[in-house]
């Protein structure tokens, strides 16, 4: 559809004065254009200026200025070129001053003076290289990691997509850290130090941890208990005996932070003795979103979007997967995480159902429309 024609009919949908209606498309041609049309899940042909017509149709007049207001106002988008800016700067503002605190502790002196000494900058290059970078989806975009940082900083053979790995590949990564610590006259240990996982986002925490059991014991799932359960059946053990793990997201919020920092700690003091243990962990962020970022009652905003979130619904999209947030209703999103949030490759299903759901709408259940569809990894 042509965006003129799709700006037209969003005006008649909006019953818009002409004022109004000059003042709103200025709005949408520009965002769109920036933006909301470079969402990787549109159908072929199709752009964001129909999609919010289509979207905006499934509501009673009464409630199409609610959503309306909604999508102008609350709507929080990362296109590719900012997710794309947080993997490019992961090394330097993650990575390499946590490397320089190693060395410098070591060293026993401010993190700054390492510089100054080539045998600690030797430390730092031997550190670097002891270092493994894991990705947990698709989305932590590992290849643009690796891409940014050639030229000696990050070798090839320490950037993984996948943690769950076999032993053939875990030998291979070991002979080529091997190879490099000679080359770099390092006599010690092929291991890793530091293992580094790495995903997109992550709104709740529970994929990459969670607590399925009950009072009688805990029963861990998640992504974390999955990469440990392989690592330990290596009979020639890849990481070190004292190695540090830190779980990174490109984008966190507050609520998925917090969980992950209690989780980890907690899982680690219940695991099972035949999962490697490191030695400490950290969990790390590109950008955290703030506390202030969800759907929330008390905000005047929200207050008029919050019962769309259960009159617009169809309980079909639920699924055995999404109730693994504790929560049946996916109005709020996945674990009730009442984000207005969207990704340029994917909707979160933490954000809300109308943003991202499409159903039949059978047996008298209301037909959902999503603005943004999202491409769903579990059924």
């Known amino acids: 559809m042509n965006n003129e024609v799709a700006l037209e009919l969003l005006a ?96 026993q002196i401010p993190p700054w003076k390492v510089h100054k000494s080539g045998e600690l900058m030797k430390q730092v290059r031997i550190a670097r290289r002891r270092t493994l970078f894991l990705g947990l989806s698709d ?35 070991k002979k080529d850290l091997t190879r490099d610590l000679q080359h770099l006259g390092a006599d010690i240990e092929p291991t890793f130090d530091c293992i580094y996982l790495v995903d997109d986002f992550s709104a709740s925490g529970t994929s990459f941890l969670r607590n399925e059991g009950s009072d009688e014991g805990a029963d861990w799932k998640g992504k974390l208990p999955r990469f440990l359960e ?51 962990y950290e969990v790390t962020y590109g950008h955290k979103f703030s506390e202030r970022l969800p759907v929330q009652e008390g905000c005047p905003l929200d207050e008029e979007v919050i019962p769309l979130t259960d009159d617009y619904y169809d309980n079909a999209i639920e699924t055995p997967a999404t109730r693994k947030g504790g929560v049946d209703h996916l109005g709020m999103g996945y674990a009730a995480c009442g984000l207005p949030l969207v990704l340029d490759h994917n909707t979160p299903n933490n954000s809300l159902a109308m943003l991202w759901a499409e159903s039949a709408g059978k047996n008298g259940s209301h037909q959902m429309r999503p603005l943004f569809r999202r491409r769903q990894r579990h059924e």
């Open 12 to 107: 008649k949908v909006m019953d818009w004065q002409l004022d109004k209606a000059v003042d709103e498309m200025r709005w949408w041609k520009l965002i769109s254009a920036v933006k909301y049309d470079g969402y990787r899940d549109f159908l072929a042909g199709a752009r964001f200026l129909e999609s919010l017509v289509g979207w905006l149709l499934q509501f009673s007049e009464e409630d199409r200025e609610a959503a309306y207001k909604f999508a102008r106002h609350r709507l929080v988008y990362v296109s590719a070129l900012e997710r794309e800016r947080l993997i490019q700067a992961m090394y330097p503002r993650t990575v390499y001053p946590r490397l320089l605190k190693a060395v410098a502790n070591k060293a």
């Open 230 to 280: 392989p690592l330990g059946f290596n009979e020639d053990p890849i990481q070190a005996d004292n190695w540090r793990l830190i779980v990174h997201h490109l984008m966190i919020t507050d609520k998925a932070c917090k969980h992950l920092q209690d989780s980890i700690q907690e899982f680690m003091a219940c695991a099972d003795e035949c999962l490697p243990r490191f030695s400490d």
């Open 139 to 173: 989305g932590a975009r590992l290849d643009s990691f690796r891409h940014a940082n050639v030229g000696g900083r990050i070798s090839n053979e320490q950037v993984v997509m996948g943690a769950q790995l076999d032993k053939r590949k875990w030998a291979d990564l």
